[in-house]
């Protein structure tokens, strides 16, 4: 427990180093300590982190990027009809939110866990939650997932993975439980929830603990105006869709250089 927090933090600090904005912000600093030495340099690093300002702001190109890196439809009814049950994978979570008086379910956790809720309601498969905690919290986020779901949206949790803090551990982890219900993920496909922008990572990180996987993603980017004149103007729903996206990519690269062995105990 000890190497959690250093390790989550640096997992943060990755995250915002490699995309927008913390990608320009490095870009500007670095454009400023060569200011003295080498001043073509500074004025190049300047430039060159407005245009990346704009374009990671542009709602044109994140639409572009959207349709290359997601390239997933939703799921259909023959594809649904094809899966034993229906996995949704948490986001995050709102911490101490005043109004709800705790932790809740962040603005993706919710669209995530209502399209999964809205499945399940529609084909009565079992659904599962994953998603783990910090030791200062009291629920894990699967929990928070399930009591939404059955509570507000009326439908039926089959289990709950509370350990997981990554995709990764998401897949590995459900593997393991599933396995331990005596589960044949080879004769067990599943309906993958989780939003659009994390579907591509989401999908390879199951099929690669095991799983057969139809993805369901949810929550697809769309520009704010349907005037596609102001799909040129700066908006800072892009610079957010466009920094996860650049996230979702670099995870994706660095999961297929990683382990997938078998991480369930005993």
Request: charged content about 20%; proline content about 5%.
């Amino acid at each position: 427990m000890t190497l959690f927090v250093p390790i989550m933090f640096i997992n943060a600090l990755v995250k915002a180093l490699v995309a927008p904005p913390g990608l320009i912000i490095a870009m500007l600093l670095t454009s400023l300590l060569v200011r003295k030495s080498n001043p073509d340099l500074f004025r190049k690093g300047i430039w060159a982190s407005l245009a990346a300002l704009y374009l990671f702001s542009m709602p044109l190109f994140t639409v572009w990027l959207s349709e290359r890196v997601v390239g997933v439809e939703p799921i259909n009814a023959s594809a649904l009809n094809s899966v034993q049950a229906i996995v949704v994978l948490g986001s995050g979570r709102d911490r101490d939110e005043p109004s709800w008086g705790g932790d809740t379910l962040n603005r993706d956790g919710l669209q995530r866990n209502r399209y999964a809720a809205h499945l399940q309601r529609q084909t009565g498969l079992p659904l599962y939650t994953t998603g783990g905690k910090l030791a200062t919290e009291a629920l894990s986020e699967a929990e928070i997932m399930r009591d939404v779901i059955e509570q507000e949206w009326g439908a039926k949790v089959a289990g709950v993975e509370i350990e997981s803090k990554t995709t990764r551990e998401n897949a590995l982890l459900m593997a393991c439980m599933l396995q331990a219900k005596g589960v044949d993920l080879n004769n067990y496909p599943i309906a993958l929830v989780t939003s659009a922008d994390h579907i591509v990572r989401s999908v390879y990180s199951f099929e690669q603990a095991g799983f057969k996987v139809v993805a369901a993603p949810t929550g697809y980017y769309r520009p704010k105006y349907a005037d596609r004149a102001r799909w040129w103007l700066p908006s800072a729903e892009a610079l957010r869709a466009n920094s996860r996206h650049v996230v979702d990519l670099v995870g994706l690269f660095s999961y297929k250089r990683a382990s997938w062995s078998n991480q369930c105990n005993g």
